[in-house]
């Protein structure tokens, strides 16, 4: 499947990685648009969050237990913002389900 985010799983491109199991993986944003600025995918190819059922959901439940434990571990102790853009009108650019995880500095209020 041509997916950036299913070949950055696969090893075929590098990432730096902020945490790894066996359901999902967190690495830091190419781009970053805060202090930090990590993103948390699962391992299955999830579009978006338009694509999530009852079959795939216990990966979102999961991703949700992990992203505490990767934000104490990046420091975040002070809070951070979970953002995950969903198609054309979410401004989604990679089909790839992933949530931002988004701290380090005071983040600005509007949301859009
Ligand atoms: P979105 O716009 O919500 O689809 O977010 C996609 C995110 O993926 C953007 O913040 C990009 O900077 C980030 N991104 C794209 N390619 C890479 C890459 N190779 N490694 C890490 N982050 C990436």
């Given at each position: 499947m041509d997916c950036l985010f299913c070949k950055i799983i696969a090893g075929d491109i590098p990432s730096k990685k902020a945490y790894e199991d066996d359901m999902c993986l967190a690495f830091h944003d190419?781009?970053?648009?805060?202090?930090v600025h990590v993103l948390v995918i699962p391992k299955?190819?999830?579009?978006?969050?338009?694509?999530?059922d009852t079959e795939n959901s216990k990966y979102v439940s999961h991703i949700f237990e992990v992203i505490p434990k990767v934000a104490a571990s990046l420091g975040l102790q002070n809070g951070y913002r979970v953002i995950t853009n969903c198609g054309e009108d979410g401004c989604q650019s990679v089909k790839h389900l992933h949530f931002h995880i988004l701290g380090g500095k005071k983040l600005p209020e509007n949301m859009g």
């Amino acid at each position: 499947m041509d997916c950036l985010f299913c070949k950055i799983i696969a090893g075929d491109i590098p990432s730096k990685k902020a945490y790894e199991d066996d359901m999902c993986l967190a690495f830091h944003d190419i781009a970053p648009q805060a202090p930090v600025h990590v993103l948390v995918i699962p391992k299955e190819h999830i579009p978006s969050a338009d694509g999530v059922d009852t079959e795939n959901s216990k990966y979102v439940s999961h991703i949700f237990e992990v992203i505490p434990k990767v934000a104490a571990s990046l420091g975040l102790q002070n809070g951070y913002r979970v953002i995950t853009n969903c198609g054309e009108d979410g401004c989604q650019s990679v089909k790839h389900l992933h949530f931002h995880i988004l701290g380090g500095k005071k983040l600005p209020e509007n949301m859009g």
